[in-house]
């Protein structure tokens, strides 16, 4: 509120989150873990355990999401996120979200969110049709109240995701039109440093069904073997041949992971010369994520012997959260003129 | 639970309630007000105050709404519904609504909304075509929260409201073959004994923005313009001329109103014979009328005069819906595994 604040924490807001239907594999971490820690020293950091959007495609194998949530905290814990300085709650566990994305929904046309381009890809990919539930439908309108109810104003996303930036700021505007005062901020993108990372088979989404990802729980052997299985230059059949760089994972991924970017640059131009073959380059791949993946691991193995204490984290996180949920909450119910009491 | 409940109350509880969009008004009392006053002495009943239903088709213009909340209050109270007996009480303040809203929009597609034949008229008569918002085409599921969070098994209904029903209990069999036990419980339509009042002019439904409506608040002088404006038999030009009794609003009028049904027979038969006046028959009901509202104004009137009290009754009868839908919440969170804190 000042400019004396300590540690000069900025007066951004964050909010950020995962849909708690998987653990977290090395995909986010360089997607979104990494800059989190870095993040939560400049910002007011809030993490959303999002199981109600979770939901909204795994309504009928709820399982999926429950399972996961305790996983998704220690994943968070394991790499650095501090409760201390970043407050992890629990979507379903604060009521002002459910009530503020209700009124939402009357400010937002089926059709607008029929145009939604991240929400129309998603429903050609899951194969829903007119089947799709009403909820995943609408879960624009239900992240457009993840976000103002925190009063967010930068939200860490892929491009794949600045529709819904813009759908928020769509029901922000419409608010504070039917307030007549900014009640509401306008948020906008940070735009994640990486590009997405690929799977380990280079084709598709990165996703433990699909064992096509590596978890920041997998093991020595399951990083060995999911190492030694990833795509690299199909037409590169011998040591000799000039191979592809481009396309191929393991460089993809020492891109992504090798401390030494130099060294990197000259395997890619061996590579490509010929005479290097792949069994060196993911040697050299596998000993550098076995590195970063092994004390995550044992943290992780520490944190979730203790479930207990992965609930507290997240009950406390999520108390400190319905505290500044409500605020929000009460200023859209007087625009409403529904606070009587 | 026991055969020995007390005053023989029904182990059926009833929700009802009403968009709080207008004042009510006559075709309120023979359709509902006056079955609640009865029915609050045989069965647990609930009221709610659908203001956050009336915001589906009024979000852009939410005064229509949140100013007529204490005047349905009043509504209620002045008829006689009492709220030691009856629970009145505000939607918009239950947050397990909106919760249980979310959890069950995972459960609906989008096509079965649209499917809904009573949502399809409405979209149709109130002209939205694909600019329905999202909480209009969504309320049958928002109706569903709200009977099965009361645990209500009773639901007050006219018969084009049916499919309403028949979509919580969709819901409520989704719920429980995921509990795997009936957490939730099936309800069943309480259809109103009466038919629906026509409004005064025979053409419309009963609206206070038409001025087709005799409110429940309505003056001396708006019951007399009321009723002498009343569409009758185009065709009875003279008091002499055969007139007919169907479609003659004062006719409708004076069987749901007037309290001698064989006085009314006998004025039926004069009517259609010829030498009956409408002079007369509009003074006959006005003076019935007159009579009937009286009472439920002047009441009324002391009651908005202090709104303090009214707002006291409201909140009262919400802390007490809050107490018994979070009961419904945990269980619904424990099915969906959530219920972790």
């Known amino acids: 509120m000042s400019a004396t604040l300590s540690n000069q924490v900025s007066q951004e807001k964050i909010l950020t989150g995962d849909r708690a239907t998987g653990q977290l594999h090395l995909g986010h971490y360089v997607g979104s873990l990494q800059q989190r820690v870095q993040l939560q020293h400049q910002y007011h950091q809030t993490i959303l355990v999002a199981d109600m959007q979770g939901l909204t495609d795994n309504g009928h194998n709820p399982k999926k999401v429950s399972s996961n949530i305790l996983n998704v905290v220690a994943d968070y814990l394991a790499v650095g996120i501090d409760p201390a300085l970043t407050t992890i709650c629990l979507q379903s566990a604060i009521p002002a979200l459910a009530e503020l994305s209700m009124f939402y929904s009357n400010l937002v046309s089926i059709s607008r969110l029929e145009r939604n381009p991240t929400v129309k890809n998603e429903i050609k990919s899951k194969d829903f049709g007119r089947s799709i539930p009403a909820g995943f439908l609408t879960y624009p309108i239900s992240q457009a109240a993840d976000i103002t109810a925190f009063n967010a104003t930068l939200i860490p996303v892929g491009d794949d995701q600045l529709p819904m930036i813009e759908q928020t700021n769509e029901i922000v505007r419409k608010l504070n039109s039917i307030a007549n005062k900014p009640i509401l901020k306008e948020c906008k993108p940070l735009l994640s440093p990486v590009s997405r990372l690929p799977s380990t088979d280079g084709k598709n989404k990165m996703s433990k069904s699909m064992g096509n990802a590596i978890l920041l729980s997998a093991t020595e052997r399951e990083i060995k073997q999911a190492v030694r299985a990833m795509y690299t230059d199909p037409g590169h059949l011998q040591i000799e041949d000039p191979g592809k760089v481009e396309g191929n994972v393991v460089f993809t991924y020492l891109d992504a992971f090798y401390p030494d970017k130099v060294y990197v640059e000259e395997l890619k131009a061996q590579y490509r010369a ?68």
């Open 274 to 341: 010929g005479g290097l073959g792949d069994g060196k380059t993911k040697a050299i791949l596998e000993s550098c994520l076995q590195e970063l993946i092994q004390p995550i691991r044992q943290r992780r193995e520490k944190l979730m012997s203790d479930k207990g204490q992965l609930v507290e984290v997240l009950k406390t996180g999520t108390e400190r959260a319905k505290d500044e949920t409500g605020d929000v909450l009460n200023r859209v119910k007087n625009a409403f003129g529904l606070k009587l009491f």
